[in-house]
C-alpha cells in the first residue's frame, strides 16, 4: 500500500461489481464506504 509523505494523504478507490442479486441494504452498505465506487449489474446471473 502506497504511503502517505510530506503532508500529503493517499486516497485508494476500488470499484466493486455486484453482480449477484443481494438486498438494496446490501448494495447501500457498501455504498457507504468512501473506497468504494459500487456498480450493480445482474444482467448476467442465470
Not at 14 to 31: T, Y
Request: glycine fraction near 4%; hydrophobic fraction near 50%.
Amino acid at each position: 500500500m502506497p504511503k502517505a509523505t510530506a503532508g500529503f494523504r493517499i486516497i485508494m478507490t476500488m470499484k466493486v461489481l455486484v453482480a449477484d442479486p443481494i438486498s438494496q441494504r446490501g448494495v447501500e452498505m457498501l455504498r457507504q464506504n468512501a473506497s468504494f465506487q459500487v456498480d450493480v449489474n445482474t444482467a448476467f446471473c442465470i
